[in-house]
C-alpha cells in the first residue's frame, strides 16, 4: 500500500525550560514520501525530527512508527537514520570507517561491510575515497558521505536536518536534485527540514509549514503556494501582498475600495478576510483601464523583470512586470479572478504582505517565478 | 599559503637568546659535567658507573608506571562522569579538582603521614575497631599512593578538556546508527578523547619518575629514586656534580624517549594536543 | 548509573580533600602534634605572625613571582609575534622544540641543569656564591616562558590577518597597528599566560631548590621544616594559603560569570 502512514505524531507537545517548542502536533507521514518541514528558526521543525529520531521525548503525546508506539524506545534501536546539519562525521575515522560505522555495530562480517559500504560510495559518488580523512573532504563531499553512512543501514526513514544549509548556492542546487535521485532510487521516506522555502518546494511531495511550535499547512507544494491558509503561509512562501477584504458573497469580494470576481467561497456574507495576490499576478495597465489605481514610488530591476512598488490608498503592493515603469507614474491594476486568493482571519492577520517598509530586500531563494513551474 | 604576521620577526629575538642561554647552554653543560671527571678531564667513567644505580632507575619506572596506570584508571571514569554533568556543575568540580594544585604539594604530600602513620587518623580508627595496627606508613604502597594523590589533576584536566569539547552530535550519530553505550564507548567516545589520555599519561609519568620527595616522607628514606639519588649528590657537594650530571642525563633520555613513543600513538590519527 | 557516577565523583573529590582536611584541623591543634588532636588553639597562627623567617620568605616568593610572571609575560608575548612572523618551517620547529623542552622535561633536570650553568659561569667570573635572587628568578623566567608562549601563540592565530591591515589601511603605524588592535584581540591569551606564569613560580619547589642558594622561597621553608619534625604551623601556613586561593577562585569565578551573563546579554 502506497498511502500506509510510517510515522504519526499525535498530540505531541515539548516544552524547553517552560517555553512551548512544540504545542499539541499531530501529523501522519506517508510511507516513501518525501515530506519537508518548512519554517524560520524557533518554529519546532528540528524538535519534530530529534523526536522521530529518538534524541528527543514528547511531554505529552505518542510518536509512532509502523502502528507501534515508540515513545521511550532509544535512537540506537530505532529504524531511522539522521543526516545531521553540520554532517557530525567522526573525525578519527577514515572515510570507509564512517560509513562501515553503522554495520560494523551491527556485527556484520567484513566482507558483507566492504560490500555494502562500496556500494553506498558509489551511490553518493566518493568512490576511491575509501581511505580519506575526513578533514580533506569539502563540503560536499563531507555531504556525500554523511548520506551514504546513514543509507548504509538501510532505514525505513531518513531524517535530514538542513542538511545543505553550509554549501554554496551552486552546490546546493546540485544536491536537492540528487538528494532527490537518491529517495526515488531507494524508495523510503524522507523527512527534510529546512528553512529554505525553495529548496522544500522543489524537493517534496508534501509541505508542512510550522511557526511558533504549530503546524500552519500541510499540503503539496501548489496547494501550499496557490492556497496558501493563512498570512503566514502566504508570506512565508513567496512574496504576497495581502490586504484586508470583505467577502461580500461568494465568488464577490471587496478589498481597496474596489468589488472583485473572485473562485472563493463558502465564507459568511461580509465576512472580513484576508486578500492575497502574488506580485507576478497582477497586470499594470493604464489608468482608466485599471481595477484600481496607485502611484510607483520605487522601481527596481533584477533581470527576469522589474520589481515595482505601488502605492494604493496608502497600503503598498508589490508588482513584478516585464514593462518598464518610472516612479510616480500613474498605473491601473488589473487583477484576473484567479489570482485572487481569500484567507479566513488568523492571528497572522494584518502581520504581513504589506510592502511599505520595502527596501529592495532582494533574496534569490524566495524568487517566486522559479517557484511556480 | 599565506602566513600571518602582526610584526616583526626580531621581536622574538630576546626570547631566543635567553633560550639558547638558559634551556640549551645548561643541557650542554649537563652533558660536559657527565662526561668529565672532577678536573675537567673527559672520561666515560660517570656513564660506566650508573650500572650501580640501575635499582634505582628499575624501581622509579616500575612505581611510576604503577602510579600512572592508577592514576588513569581513577581519572578517566572522574572526567567522563563530569562530562555528564550540567555545565555549571562541571564548572564547579573542575575549580574544585584545580584547587589542592595551587597548594603547596610538599604540604598535601605531608599530610599524608597524619593519616597513615602508625598512630595516624586510619590506625586510631581501625585501632578502635579492635584492628590493627597496619603498617602503612614507609611502604612502596605509600609512596604510589603519594604519587596517584599529587598527579591526578594532571590526568583529569586533560581528559576532561578533551572529552567535553566531543561533539554532542558525534555521540547522537553514533545512537542514530546503531550504536549502544557499550559500542559508543568503545568506537566514539574513547578514540576520540585518547588525545586527553596521551597528555595526562605524560604529565603524570614525567614527574612521578623523577620526584624526589614523595619517596622521601612517605617511603620512608628506604627506597631510592632515581630523583632522590640526584638529590643526594647534588646535596654531597660540587666533587659529586659529575655523577650527578651523568644520571640526570639518562634520565632526560629516558624521559624524551618514552614522551617520543606516546607522541607516536597519537600522530597516526587525529593529531596530537598539547595541554 | 547517575546516582553511582555521582557517587564515584564524591570520593575522588574526597581522596583529592582527605590531607587537606587534616591539614587544616590539626592547624588548630593546641599540642605540637600533627596527628594527635588535643585541643582547639589558634596559637599556630599567632606564631607565624612572629615567625620573621617564614614572612622573609613570604616575600620572597610573591617578589619572585611578580617579577618573573611580568618579565617572562612581556619576553614570551612578543616571542610569540616574533613567531607568528617567522616564515622559515625549519626555524619555527626547532624554536617550538626548544620552547617545549623545559615543560616536558622533568623539573629535577631542568633545575639542575640550571644550576650547573649558574656555579659554571660564577667560576669563571670568580664568585664565592653564584646562587641566589638573580639565579632564581632567571630560573622561574625560563620555565615560565614556555606557558606565556602557549597561551598567546592560538590567541595569536586566531586573530584575523585583516585586523592588522584594516588599521595599517586606516593610517595607523605598525607599531601603533600593533597595540591599538593586535595586542586587545590576544589580551586573554596574555592574561592566562601571566596567572599561569605566576601561579606556577608561587607553588614552585623542585627548580628553586636547585638554584635559589640563601634566597629562599617559602616551598623551601616548607621543605626545610618538613625535614625535621614538622609542627602545625606550617599547616597553618598552608590553611592561610589555601584560603587565599579559595577566596580569589570564588571571586574570579564571580567575575568571570558576571562578564559571561553580560556578554550573554548583549547577543539579545
Given at each position: 500500500m502506497q498511502t500506509e502512514n510510517i510515522v504519526q505524531l499525535k498530540d505531541i507537545s515539548v516544552t524547553f525550560d517552560g517555553e512551548t517548542v512544540l504545542d499539541n502536533l499531530s501529523l501522519d507521514i506517508k510511507d516513501k514520501e518525501f515530506i519537508t518541514f518548512l519554517g524560520p528558526s524557533g518554529c519546532g521543525k528540528t524538535t519534530t525530527l530529534r523526536l522521530?529520531?529518538?534524541?528527543?521525548?514528547?511531554?505529552?503525546?505518542?510518536?509512532?512508527?509502523?502502528?507501534?508506539?515508540?515513545?521511550?524506545?532509544?535512537?540506537?534501536?530505532?529504524?531511522?537514520?539522521?543526516?545531521?546539519?553540520?554532517?557530525?562525521?567522526?573525525?578519527?575515522?577514515?572515510?570507509?570507517?564512517?560509513?562501515?560505522?553503522?554495520?560494523?555495530?551491527?556485527?556484520?562480517?567484513?566482507?558483507?561491510?566492504?560490500?555494502?559500504?562500496?556500494?553506498m560510495l558509489k551511490l553518493v559518488n566518493l568512490s576511491g575515497l575509501e581511505k580519506r580523512s575526513i578533514d580533506t573532504l569539502s563540503g560536499g563531499q563531507q555531504q556525500r558521505v554523511a548520506i551514504a553512512r546513514a543509507i548504509a543501514n538501510h532505514p525505513k526513514v531518513l531524517l535530514l536536518d538542513e542538511p545543505l544549509a553550509a554549501l554554496d548556492l551552486k552546490l546546493r542546487k546540485d544536491m536537492q536534485k540528487e538528494l532527490k535521485k537518491i529517495q526515488e532510487q531507494l524508495g523510503i521516506t524522507f523527512i527534510f527540514v529546512t528553512h529554505d522555502q525553495e529548496e522544500a518546494l522543489t524537493m517534496s511531495d508534501r509541505v508542512v509549514v510550522m511557526d511558533g511550535g504549530k503546524i500552519q499547512q500541510v499540503g503539496t507544494p501548489q496547494d501550499i503556494y496557490n492556497e496558501p491558509q493563512n498570512a503566514f503561509v502566504a508570506d512565508f512562501i513567496g512574496e504576497s501582498n495581502i490586504v484586508d477584504g470583505v467577502m461580500l458573497k461568494d465568488y464577490y469580494v471587496e478589498f481597496s475600495g474596489a468589488k472583485f470576481d473572485c473562485l472563493d467561497k463558502g465564507f459568511e456574507m461580509n465576512e472580513l478576510v484576508d486578500v492575497v495576490v502574488r506580485p507576478e499576478d497582477v497586470d499594470i495597465v493604464p489608468v482608466d483601464k485599471g481595477m484600481l489605481t496607485g502611484v510607483v514610488t520605487s522601481v527596481s530591476f533584477l533581470g527576469v523583470h522589474y520589481e515595482i512598488i505601488v502605492d494604493i490608498g496608502g497600503f503598498k503592493w508589490m508588482i513584478q512586470t516585464t514593462d518598464e515603469h518610472f516612479v510616480d507614474d500613474k498605473v491601473g491594476l488589473y487583477i484576473e479572478p484567479d489570482a485572487i486568493h481569500i484567507m479566513k482571519k488568523s492571528e497572522y492577520s494584518g502581520l504581513y504582505g504589506d510592502y511599505s517598509s520595502y527596501s529592495e530586500e532582494i533574496d534569490h531563494l524566495s524568487d517566486p517565478e522559479e517557484v511556480a513551474e | 599559503m599565506n602566513k600571518k604576521s602582526f610584526g616583526n620577526k626580531l621581536v622574538a629575538c630576546p626570547y631566543i637568546v635567553w633560550s639558547a642561554i638558559f634551556i640549551i647552554v645548561p643541557l650542554v653543560i649537563m652533558a660536559y659535567f657527565a662526561l668529565t671527571d672532577a678536573n675537567g678531564v673527559f672520561t666515560l667513567a660517570n656513564l660506566a658507573s650508573l650500572g650501580r644505580y640501575k635499582k634505582a632507575f628499575a624501581i622509579s619506572i616500575v612505581y611510576a608506571v604503577i602510579s600512572t596506570v592508577i592514576t588513569l584508571l581513577l581519572a578517566y571514569p572522574m572526567a567522563y562522569f563530569m562530562t555528564k554533568l550540567k555545565i555549571s556543575s562541571q564548572k564547579m568540580i573542575m575549580m574544585i579538582v584545580m584547587l589542592p594544585m595551587w597548594m603547596n604539594f610538599l604540604i598535601r604530600t605531608y599530610s599524608w603521614i597524619s593519616i597513615l602513620a602508625n598512630t595516624g587518623i586510619i590506625n586510631t580508627v581501625l585501632g578502635k575497631l579492635g584492628i590493627g595496627p597496619l603498617k602503612l606508613i614507609n611502604t612502596p604502597g605509600a609512596v604510589i599512593l603519594g604519587m596517584v594523590y599529587d598527579f591526578i589533576p594532571y590526568m583529569i584536566l586533560p581528559i576532561y578538556s578533551v572529552m567535553s569539547k566531543i561533539d554532542n552530535s558525534l555521540l547522537e550519530a553514533s545512537d542514530d546508527l546503531g550504536a549502544n553505550a557499550f559500542n559508543k564507548f568503545k568506537r566514539v567516545i574513547f578514540p576520540l578523547s585518547r588525545p586527553g589520555v596521551i597528555s595526562g599519561i605524560t604529565m603524570v609519568f614525567v614527574p612521578s619518575v623523577s620526584t624526589f620527595y614523595i619517596s622521601q616522607k612517605l617511603g620512608g628514606n628506604k627506597t631510592m629514586l632515581i630523583g632522590d639519588t640526584i638529590e643526594y649528590f647534588y646535596n654531597s657537594g660540587p666533587d659529586y656534580y659529575n655523577i650527578a650530571s651523568a644520571i640526570s642525563l639518562i634520565l632526560m633520555v629516558l624521559i624524551m624517549l618514552s614522551l617520543f613513543v606516546m607522541n607516536r600513538f597519537t600522530n597516526d590519527e587525529s593529531g596530537g594536543v598539547v595541554i | 548509573m547517575k546516582a553511582l557516577s555521582r557517587l564515584y565523583i564524591a570520593l575522588i573529590l574526597f581522596f583529592l580533600y582527605a590531607p587537606v582536611l587534616v591539614m587544616i584541623f590539626f592547624s588548630f591543634n593546641s599540642s605540637s602534634s600533627v596527628w594527635v588532636f588535643e585541643g582547639f588553639s589558634l596559637d599556630w597562627y599567632l606564631s607565624l605572625i612572629s615567625n620573621s623567617t617564614m614572612l622573609g620568605a613570604l616575600k620572597h616568593t610573591l617578589v619572585i613571582a611578580v617579577l618573573s610572571a611580568v618579565i617572562s609575560t612581556v619576553l614570551g608575548t612578543a616571542a610569540a609575534v616574533g613567531i607568528m612572523a617567522i616564515r622559515s618551517k625549519l626555524a619555527n620547529k626547532l624554536i617550538m622544540a626548544t620552547t617545549n623542552i623545559p615543560m616536558m622535561n622533568a623539573d629535577i633536570v631542568t633545575g639542575i641543569s640550571l644550576m650547573f650553568l649558574f656555579v659554571f659561569v660564577g667560576k669563571l667570573i670568580g664568585l664565592s656564591e653564584s646562587l641566589g635572587f638573580v639565579t632564581v628568578l632567571i630560573a622561574h623566567i625560563t620555565f615560565n616562558l614556555p606557558y606565556v608562549i602557549l597561551s598567546v601563540l592560538p590567541k595569536l592565530k586566531q586573530t584575523d590577518a585583516n585586523l592588522h591591515e584594516a588599521a595599517l589601511d586606516l593610517g595607523c603605524t605598525p607599531v601603533k597597528a600593533f597595540f591599538k588592535v593586535i595586542l586587545p584581540s590576544i589580551s586573554t591569551g596574555i592574561a592566562t599566560g601571566m596567572i599561569m606564569a605566576f601561579t606556577l613560580s608561587l607553588d614552585d619547589f623542585v627548580i628553586s631548590y636547585f638554584t635559589c642558594g640563601d634566597y629562599q622561597t617559602l616551598p623551601i621553608i616548607i621543605y626545610n621544616m618538613t625535614k625535621k619534625s614538622v609542627t602545625p604551623d606550617t599547616y597553618a601556613l598552608s590553611t592561610l594559603i589555601f584560603i587565599v586561593i579559595f577566596l580569589l577562585l570564588i571571586f574570579y569565578n564571580m567575575v568571570s560569570s558576571k562578564a559571561e551573563r553580560k556578554a550573554a546579554k548583549r547577543r539579545f
Open positions: 522521530i529520531a529518538g534524541f528527543l521525548e514528547p511531554d505529552t503525546g505518542d510518536v509512532i512508527f509502523e502502528g507501534k508506539k515508540i515513545n521511550g524506545v532509544p535512537a540506537y534501536k530505532r529504524q531511522v537514520n539522521t543526516i545531521f546539519q553540520r554532517y557530525a562525521l567522526f573525525p578519527h575515522l577514515n572515510v570507509y570507517e564512517n560509513v562501515a560505522f553503522g554495520l560494523r555495530v551491527k556485527k556484520l562480517p567484513n566482507d558483507q561491510i566492504k560490500e555494502k559500504v562500496t556500494e | - | -
